[in-house]
């Protein structure tokens, strides 16, 4: 699976191609599922849409324990990238037994999903995420991570969670 250039659209998207990001006053719950879909699209044109330009996507659980050794991510650039890396190493991504909390002022989605991914090299991966999203206006500004980095190192062992292969 590869991730699409933001500036270039997908020549063949799966059928549950998603052809439009909305804007403005949305739901960030439907905009948190639409985000998920987004990325098991593998839709990077549609994902830049979402992403503010001074996204934050911060992975703080690390395969030492440390949480120094986490990985944080800033602008819309670097989030692509990262995601670029990972449809490099993935076969198929899906989060599936999705559970979305919406806090009272609406700003922040809490997702409970279960990743059920296939590598490049044909490995099964599961893990469990918890994904906390912060939006304004329709945009994502911040993503953090939660998984279990040991089932990540396992699954694409040449992969580092600090920045890429």
Do not use: C, K
């Amino acid at each position: 699976m590869t991730m699409s250039s933001p500036t270039t659209p997908d020549a063949a998207l799966p059928q549950n191609q998603i052809t439009e990001v909305s804007r403005g006053a949305a739901d960030p719950g439907r905009e948190s599922h639409r985000f998920l879909d987004l990325i098991e699209a593998g839709d990077a044109a549609l994902i830049a849409e979402i992403l503010d330009e001074d996204v934050t996507w911060v992975l703080p659980m690390s395969t030492s324990g440390d949480p120094e050794d986490g990985l944080r991510l800033d602008g819309r650039n670097a989030f692509l990238d990262r995601l670029r890396q990972l449809g490099g190493v993935t076969e198929s991504m899906r989060f599936a037994s999705r559970r979305v909390s919406v806090t009272r002022d609406e700003t922040t989605t809490f997702v409970q999903a279960a990743g059920d991914f296939v590598t490049s090299t044909g490995v099964s991966y599961r893990n469990t995420y918890v994904f906390r999203l912060d939006w304004r206006e329709g945009q994502l500004v911040s993503m953090e991570e939660y998984a279990n980095p040991v089932a990540v190192q396992r699954a694409y062992p040449g992969f580092d969670e600090g920045g890429g292969e």
